[in-house]
C-alpha cells in the first residue's frame, strides 16, 4: 500500500513538475494570445464578410401548367415513358445551375461590370447605388485583358481616369466617348440621387471588366441548388455574397430566366401545331370549296330541290351506317394527313398534338416523342452530338418515330378495312334504293362529301383556337414561394471561431515552440540533466545566471543571489572536506576544471577563493591553466606580466614569495599567477617543482584554489589532479553539451579524477534543482513586475 501511494505521488510530482515547465514562461503564452486576438480582430475587422441569400421556388407540374400536351394514358404506353410526362426534379436542378442560363442572367444584371470604392486599406463593392455606369464600347480581343480603370469624379460634369500601371491617364466629360488602348467606353452619371452623388465626388471608384462567362462560370460554381424535400418539388437557391443587394438581384434573375426559358420550350411545341392545323385548314378549305360548286352545278343542271319521300325511310335506316363511315372517313383522313407529315417532315422537328385521332396509343406516343425533341435540344445547348446521353436520345427518338409511323399505318389499314364493310352495306341499302333516280343517289354523295369536309373544317377551326389560347395563356413553371432574402448576421467569418482559434493558437504556439525547443536542445539545462549522466557525483552547488548588471564578483556585505549561492557553496565544501579528509592539520587544496573551455571555470575559482577569503581563512587562487591563462582578466594591467607558476617551475633558485601577489579584492586572499605560456606545458607541470609549490603553499594557507584547463581538451588537470583534495568539476547550464557529460564519467571511473564534485554553473533561476520557486530572495527587497519579465533570460 505504501509502494503504490509513493507511485502515485511521483506521478502527481512528475505532473507537476512537466507543467511548472511551461508556466515558467507564462509571459510568453500571454504575449502569444495578446498577439493572436489583436491578429484576429484585424482579420475580422478588414475581411469581407459573406452573408447567405436565398431563394425558395416550386417547380409546377406539366400536366397542370401545359394545355396543349395530353398526358392522359400513359400507363399503356409503358414505364419507360412515364418519366418525360412530369417534371423530374433533376433534371430542373441542372437547367438552373446551367452556364446558359446563369450566362443570361449576368448579361442582364451586367454582373461582369464590378464597381468598387478605393480605401486606405480595403476596398468596397457597390451596388445598391452606383455613382455611374460605364459603357464598354468596341472592345478588342472579346473584352479579355482589359485592365482595372480608377476614376475620381471630380465634379458632376467631369471625371479622371487612369488604369492601374498608369500607362494613360486624363481629364473626361461624362456622356463623351472616350478612346482608350483596350477599345472606346463612355460614362454616364447617375444623378437620379443628387445626394448620393455628392457622397463620391472627390472619392475613386475602381471598376473592373470581366468576360461574361469567366464570370458565369464563377457564379456558377458558387450558387448551390438543391432540392430540400426529396418527395416534393421545393427547389432552394442559395448562393454566398459580401454585397447581399447584389446576390438577391441575381437569384431573383436566375428564377426569371428559367420561367422564360420553360415557357419558350412550351410554346415552341404550340407554334408547331398551330402551323400544321393552319396547313390542313388550307387544304380543307380548297376541298370544301371544290364540293360545293360540284354541288351547286349538279343541282342547277338537274333542276334538283329535294329528295324523294319513297326513299325517306330507306334513308333513315342507313342513317346509322352513314355516320359510322363519316366517323371513319374523319379519322383515315386525319391519319392519312400525319402520315404524310411524317414521311415528308425532318427527323427533328416536333410533330403537332391532338388534332383529333382518337387512337389513344397514337396521341400519347407524339406527346412523348414531342418531349423527347425538347429534351434531345436542351442537351444540345450544353454538349456535342456525339455526347454518349444524346446518341442514346436519338436512338429513342428514332424508335419512337418508327413506332408512331407503324401505329398510323396500321391504324389507317384498320379504317380502310372498316370502310370496306361499311361500303358493303352501303351497296346492299343501295340495292333497295333502285327505284331512286341515279341523279338523286349522285346528289345524295355530293352532299355527304360536303358535310365531311364541313365538319374537318370547324374542328380544324376549334383546335386553332384552343393552341392560340394555351399560346397567349402560358404560365411560368417556377412559382416563387419566397423571393430571394439574406441573413441578418454573416455566416463567414464566423467571429467566435476565429477568436477561438485565435486563443487557442496563441496557447499553442508557444507551447510547441517551448516544447520544440526542450526537445531539440542538446544542452544542459539543470541539474537533473547532470544527475543523469553522473548519478553517483554529488552536486555540491549551483551558480545562478548573473542578471544585466549585476557584477561578476562577490563583494563585502554581498546580498545578491549569487552570492548566497556561492555561501552555500561554501557550506557544502566544508562538509566535503570533512567526509574526504582525515588530515585537517594543513591546508586543502581544490582543482577547478571544466569539459571545454567557455564554462566558467577561471569565474567559479575566483569567486569561491573570494568567498573563502570573506570567511577569515586565508586563501590563495594559483593560475594553474599555463596554456590559455584567464586569471589575469580580474587583475589590474600592472600585476599582469608579474612571474607566476611558470617561472617557479622553471627557475629553482626563485622563492615562493616572488610568485604570490596580494588581491585587491580581499586581504585574505593572495594569487599565483600562470606566469608566462611555455611550449611545454604538460611535461613542465610534471616536474617536481609543481608538487613543491603546493606542499609549501599547504602550508601557509588555508585554502589553495587551483584554475586548471579543460580536461578532455588537454592533460594538464589529469596530471596534477592527485595534488589536490577535492577536484571542483564546472558544468555549464546552456552552453554545456549533455554528450560531454560522458568524459567526466569515464575518468571519473578510469580514476584519472578523484574526489570529483560538480559545480553547475549559469543555472536559470528557473531551473534551480528541488523545485526551487523562490530562489535566494529571503531579506532582498524584490524587483519590480515589468523588470522581472524583461530581466529574464
Do not use: C
Not at 379519322?331 to 398534338?353: A, G, H, R
Not at 456535342?384 to 436512338?395: E, G, I, L, M, Q
Not at 418508327?402 to 389499314?413: A, E, F
Not at 580581499?666 to 611555455?678: E, R, T, Y
Amino acid at each position: 500500500m505504501e509502494e503504490r501511494n509513493n507511485s502515485s505521488e511521483n506521478q502527481d510530482t512528475s505532473l507537476r513538475e512537466q507543467v511548472e515547465q511551461y508556466l515558467r514562461y507564462w509571459y510568453w503564452f500571454v504575449l502569444a494570445v495578446l498577439v493572436a486576438i489583436i491578429g484576429a480582430f484585424i482579420y475580422l475587422r478588414y475581411t469581407p464578410k459573406l452573408y447567405l441569400s436565398k431563394a425558395t421556388i416550386v417547380i409546377k407540374d406539366e400536366k397542370s401548367s401545359n394545355n396543349i400536351i395530353d398526358a392522359s394514358g400513359l400507363s399503356q404506353m409503358g414505364g419507360f415513358f412515364s418519366k418525360f410526362n412530369s417534371t423530374k426534379i433533376e433534371n430542373e436542378l441542372v437547367i438552373f445551375n446551367s452556364k446558359r442560363l446563369i450566362e443570361a442572367t449576368v448579361k442582364d444584371l451586367g454582373l461582369n461590370i464590378k464597381y468598387e470604392t478605393v480605401g486606405s486599406i480595403k476596398t468596397s463593392e457597390l451596388y445598391s447605388y452606383i455613382p455611374f455606369k460605364v459603357q464598354y464600347q468596341s472592345l478588342k480581343s472579346s473584352g479579355k485583358g482589359v485592365p482595372k480603370l480608377y476614376f475620381e469624379i471630380l465634379s458632376d460634369s467631369e471625371y479622371k481616369i487612369e488604369d492601374e500601371s498608369q500607362s494613360f491617364s486624363g481629364t473626361h466629360k461624362f456622356g463623351e466617348r472616350v478612346s482608350l488602348p483596350f477599345g472606346d467606353i463612355s460614362v454616364l452619371p447617375n444623378i437620379d440621387q443628387p445626394d448620393s452623388f455628392k457622397v463620391y465626388i472627390g472619392r475613386t471608384v475602381m471598376v473592373t471588366y470581366s468576360p461574361i462567362d469567366a464570370v458565369a462560370l464563377n457564379y456558377q460554381s458558387r450558387v448551390s441548388v438543391g432540392n430540400e424535400i426529396k418527395s416534393s418539388n421545393v427547389v432552394e437557391l442559395s448562393l454566398l455574397s459580401s454585397v447581399t443587394d447584389k446576390s438577391e438581384a441575381f437569384l431573383n434573375e436566375l428564377v426569371v430566366q428559367y420561367n422564360d426559358d420553360a415557357i419558350s420550350d412550351r410554346n415552341e411545341v404550340a407554334k408547331k401545331t398551330s402551323q400544321f392545323i393552319d396547313s390542313r385548314i388550307n387544304i380543307i378549305t380548297r376541298e370544301l370549296d371544290s364540293v360545293e360548286r360540284n354541288k351547286e352545278l349538279f343541282k342547277s343542271s338537274n333542276r334538283l330541290t329535294d329528295i324523294e319521300a319513297e326513299a325517306q325511310m330507306i334513308l333513315e335506316n342507313s342513317s346509322e351506317s352513314n355516320q359510322k363511315q363519316f366517323d371513319i372517313s374523319t379519322q383515315l383522313e386525319l391519319s392519312n394527313s400525319m402520315i404524310d407529315y411524317m414521311e415528308n417532315s425532318s427527323k427533328t422537328e416536333l410533330l403537332p398534338s391532338n388534332i383529333g385521332i382518337q387512337s389513344e396509343n397514337v396521341g400519347q406516343s407524339v406527346n412523348n416523342y414531342n418531349q423527347l425533341i425538347l429534351y434531345r435540344n436542351k442537351l444540345l445547348q450544353n454538349s456535342t452530338s456525339k455526347n454518349p446521353v444524346v446518341v442514346n436520345v436519338n436512338n429513342q427518338i428514332e424508335q419512337m418515330r418508327s413506332n408512331i409511323l407503324g401505329s398510323l399505318k396500321n391504324t389507317s389499314n384498320s379504317l380502310k378495312v372498316a370502310m370496306k364493310d361499311l361500303n358493303i352495306q352501303e351497296s346492299s341499302m343501295n340495292s333497295k334504293l333502285a327505284q331512286v333516280p341515279q341523279k338523286e343517289k349522285i346528289f345524295r354523295s355530293i352532299e355527304r362529301q360536303q358535310t365531311i369536309k364541313e365538319q374537318l373544317y370547324l374542328f380544324l377551326l376549334q383546335q386553332r383556337e384552343e393552341a392560340s389560347i394555351s399560346l397567349a395563356a402560358t404560365s411560368p413553371k417556377a412559382k416563387v414561394v419566397d423571393l430571394a432574402y439574406s441573413s441578418q448576421s454573416p455566416v463567414s467569418p464566423k467571429t467566435s471561431l476565429i477568436y477561438l482559434g485565435a486563443l487557442l493558437g496563441g496557447l499553442i504556439i508557444p507551447f510547441l515552440g517551448i516544447y520544440g525547443t526542450k526537445m531539440l536542445s542538446t544542452k544542459v539545462t539543470n541539474r537533473k540533466d547532470v544527475e543523469s549522466h553522473l548519478p553517483t557525483t554529488p552536486i555540491i552547488a549551483e551558480i545562478p545566471k548573473i542578471q544585466k548588471g549585476e557584477s561578476e564578483l562577490i563583494q563585502d556585505n554581498d546580498r545578491s543571489i549569487m552570492a548566497e549561492s556561492y555561501r552555500i557553496f561554501r557550506t557544502n565544501l566544508q562538509y566535503l572536506f570533512i567526509n574526504k579528509l582525515e588530515d585537517n592539520s594543513k591546508g586543502k587544496s581544490l582543482i577547478v576544471t571544466s569539459t571545454v573551455k567557455g564554462e566558467g571555470k577561471t569565474f567559479v575559482a575566483f569567486n569561491l577563493a573570494l568567498t573563502l577569503a570573506l570567511t577569515g581563512k586565508k586563501v590563495v587562487l594559483v593560475g594553474a591553466d599555463i596554456r590559455n591563462p584567464q586569471l589575469q582578466r580580474y587583475l589590474p594591467d600592472n600585476e599582469k606580466s608579474k612571474k607566476g607558476l611558470t617561472e617557479f617551475i622553471v627557475y629553482e633558485d626563485l622563492e615562493m614569495e616572488e610568485v604570490i601577489s596580494q588581491s585587491k579584492y580581499h586581504k585574505n586572499l593572495s594569487i599565483v599567477l600562470s606566469g608566462a605560456i611555455p611550449p611545454n606545458p604538460a611535461e613542465l607541470l610534471m616536474q617536481k617543482r609543481t608538487s613543491v609549490l603546493i606542499e609549501r603553499l599547504r602550508d601557509e594557507f588555508d585554502f589553495i584554489v587551483m584554475d586548471t584547463a579543460p580536461s578532455m581538451l588537454v592533460t594538464d588537470t589529469i596530471l596534477i589532479n592527485k595534488l589536490a583534495d577535492i577536484t571542483l568539476y564546472v558544468v555549464r547550464a546552456g552552453f554545456t553539451d549533455k554528450r560531454l557529460l560522458d568524459f567526466p564519467h569515464d575518468a571519473i571511473n578510469d580514476g584519472r579524477l578523484t574526489n570529483v564534485a560538480i559545480v553547475l554553473n549559469n543555472v536559470n533561476l528557473n531551473n534551480f534543482g528541488y523545485g526551487n520557486k523562490y530562489g535566494y530572495a529571503y531579506g532582498r527587497q524584490e524587483r519590480s513586475f515589468l523588470k522581472r519579465i524583461f530581466n529574464r533570460h
